[in-house]
């Protein structure tokens, strides 16, 4: 555990705090007043919305990145501070991670609000559009003009996003879809950040896991010390990445190893498996199901079960379950980075990615 603290002080927050103003990939943009009105709302990032109740020292860090909260490198740099943070404030003894179902987006000064199938405008605070018209614009897949109304507004419009039934839709295939090798290495580098500082972390975490959660979404999920899904039918789980055409990492196959065990990941990783709820329940990969409205309800009762053994006693038994597969990541880095970079650029490896992006659309359309 000391280790994964010492190596997360790299990540020190002067520098990540520089990148909580840049675009995601929607295009969206966080400037500063939004920053600090998340600040007013205990709330440190805009795709990342965290609530500490100071009386039972338990945070809830709730992931708010439509569509599908994939995990970007803005996304992943966010998830990494606000973890960081958690894990220095000595009030904080339990984190539950969960996906909000909206998602509140401020925008500032003159901006444009525009109507799409997932963004509708939700409040409008005075003074309000001042400029109606009509804007064209080309769809995702390039091919068609569509013309929708928009709003040029002044002053400050708050925009309600709504988030899809996921809980992550794990990494954003788009950050190693066509990127340099240098991007994607430090795009994996994030990755592992993240991976470390929860398998690693002092806290008791549980994932309140309310939608789907393919590949990066369950290695998150499996990150923590306890998961309890919705019982929801239209909801998987599981690591899927042969279904991609790619290969899950050997720190995703062991932290899989150690939650399922060897034969059931055995299965679950060569086929890509996605298990629905009660198969995920049945294999151990969560370990409770409770109705969707009470997931949050469910982990803060059990949280209050895991803060009640001693901390120090129960973070040393954590470290003795875990260091083992820490320790290997953290002895593997630099090879791992360089692994992931020469397999996501190879051709094949892009082809692959290319013809599952295609998939993902046209199952849309
Ligand atoms: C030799 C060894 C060397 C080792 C090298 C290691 C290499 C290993 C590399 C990486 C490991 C990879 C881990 C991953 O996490 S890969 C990501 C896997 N994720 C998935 O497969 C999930 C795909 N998504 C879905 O199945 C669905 O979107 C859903 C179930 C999550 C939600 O469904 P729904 O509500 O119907 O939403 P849509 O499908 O309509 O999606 C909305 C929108 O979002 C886009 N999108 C979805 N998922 C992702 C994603 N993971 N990344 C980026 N974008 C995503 C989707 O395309 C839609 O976009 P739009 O058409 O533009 O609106």
Redesign the pocket.
Known sequence: MANVLRNSAKFGFSGVLSQLSIHS?HGRECVSPCFSLQQRNNSTSPKIKVDLDNSTGVAVLRMQSP??N???LDFLTEFCINLEKLEMDKSCRGLIITSVSTHTHTHTDTDTVTQS??TMIHTITPPVCVVSQTLSKVS?TGLDIITLPVCVCVCVCLVSQTL???F?????????YGKSPERCGEFWKA?QEMWLKLYGSNMATIAAIN??S????C?MSIGCDYRIMADNPRY?IG???T??G?????W?KDTLVNTVGNRAAELSLELGLLYSAPDALKIGLVDQLVPEDQVLSTAQDTMSKWLAVPDHARQITKSMMRKQTIDKLLSNREA?IT??VS??TKDSIQRSLRM??EM??S??A
Not at 168 to 176: K, R, T, V
Not at 214 to 217: E, K, L, S, V
Not at 246 to 250: E, G, L, N, Y
């Open positions: 990939r569509p599908v994939s995990l970007s199938h997932k995702s899809s039934k996921v992550s839709a794990g990494l954003d295939i788009m950050e190693m990755v939608g789907s393919p590949a990066g979404g290695l998987s690591l899927n990445e279904q991609l790619i290969v899950a990492p050997f995703f791992d692994n992931f397999f996501i599952y992006l993902l659309k199952r849309k």
